[in-house]
């Protein structure tokens, strides 16, 4: 079936669209990449869903057009990738998010407060602009099931990217950071031992310190190389890693509702106060990112992995993964692409195999990732009308 995967992340880079043919069910799973694009939000739609992300406030008139705006863009996406290529079967969207809050749990004798995701870019409108059924609406499933509704993509990288004989690790590196462990095939039960969580901050510090310190000007440092010639103060590292999110244990999830623009205010207060140049504040931040990593893989996995494969645009960011392979030793830190899968488009091809799998009725999130009390169906199903 050749189905297009749609995601536009917590970055707000723009919608990633990817192109695959995809056969089998889920224990022999076949996808075959065939093309990919990221193609940028009008600027004002942007500055928008970055405004709502920082907390901006809208009437429900308001919420609905950015809504429509955002599923119009995802629409053009999918329509200007089969430019040249077949006409696909079905859409997998997973839509803007613009505000996530975890689910809480409060303890014997309390009801728990259930999550709650919001992605904007309605499901119905795709499928209606594209006439293409649409899959959208992926984390209501998984919340419902009182789990976080995220990482949703570690049942996909099980099937897609583990190995019989070695242990890996694959971190996406978007806005937010999130990584699936993956023990070796061989191991009994082995999907069982599957496990995944929110790390914390991958570029959205970044992104911002980089559209504050230039005014706006620019909005990402290109391979990390700002960053690299800095300095980071492990002083304030070890300071920002204290932050109660990095020692709660998994499953966990996050967002720019705490990793953005007032975290990175107090981020920037903190430099001040040590007079760190730009280049210095960009390294630090990159360092809070890397160490917020290997911490989380030396406290909460069961051993470390045998090989670490990155994704997400923070992939890139040449500067960051060497210091994250310097901080994993003898660990090789590689990318997906390196193993046969595109670390550009992983997320968006994650999301065409869940909605391949939705179709098929088959569970889509793996609970002991995201909280879940069971396995469910993942996504809202959009027929074109």
């Known amino acids: 079936m050749l189905v297009i995967g749609l995601i536009s992340g917590t970055s707000v880079d723009g919608i990633d669209a990817a192109l695959v043919d995809i056969s089998g069910t889920d224990t022999d799973i076949k996808v075959e990449f065939l093309a990919g694009e990221t193609y940028p939000y009008p600027a004002e739609l942007r500055k928008k869903i970055l405004a709502v992300c920082a907390g901006e406030a809208l009437s429900m008139a308001q919420l609905a057009e950015l809504d429509d705006a955002i599923a119009l863009t995802f629409a053009q996406a999918a329509q200007h990738l089969q430019i040249n290529h077949p006409s696909v079967e079905l859409i997998g969207s997973h839509g803007q998010t613009v505000y996530h809050r975890p689910p809480k749990r409060r303890g014997e004798g309390f009801p728990d407060t259930l999550g709650y995701s919001l992605q904007l870019g309605r499901g119905s409108v795709i499928a209606k602009l594209t006439q293409t059924p649409t899959v959208s609406n992926f984390r209501a499933g998984d919340i419902a099931a009182k789990g976080h509704g995220a990482p949703l993509v570690p049942r996909v990288d099980a099937y897609l990217l583990s190995h019989p004989h070695e ?63 800095g300095t980071p103060s492990y002083t304030l590292v ?27 205010q107090d981020c920037l207060a903190d430099s001040t106060a040590l007079n760190l140049s730009a280049a210095d504040t960009l390294a630090t931040l990159t360092e809070l990112t890397v160490v917020s990593i290997v911490h989380s893989y030396r406290t909460f996995l069961p051993q470390l992995p045998d090989r670490v494969l990155l994704c997400g645009g923070g992939s890139r960011n040449l500067y960051l993964k060497r210091r994250l392979q310097e901080s994993l030793a003898a660990i090789p830190v590689q990318t997906t692409d ?31 990732a995201t909280g879940a009390t069971q396995q469910v169906l993942l996504g809202e199903v959009h027929l074109p009308m």
């Open 238 to 264: 070890d300071k920002w890693l204290s932050q109660d999110y990095f020692q709660l244990p998994p499953p966990k999830s996050t967002g720019r509702e705490l990793f953005g623009w007032e975290y990175l």
């Open 338 to 368: 390196e193993v046969g899968l595109s670390a550009n488009f992983k997320e968006a091809i994650a999301f065409a195999v869940l909605a391949y799998w939705r179709m098929l009725n088959l569970p889509g999130n793996l609970p002991q």
């Open 167 to 229: 242990s890996r690790c694959v971190q996406n590196i978007g806005g937010i950071g999130n990584v699936a462990y993956l023990p070796a095939r061989s191991h009994p039960h082995w999907l069982e031992k599957v496990r995944g969580w929110d790390t914390g901050p991958g570029n959205s510090l970044l992104d911002l310190a980089v559209h504050c310190l230039t005014d706006g000007t620019q909005t990402y440092d290109a391979d990390g190389n700002w960053a690299a010639s």
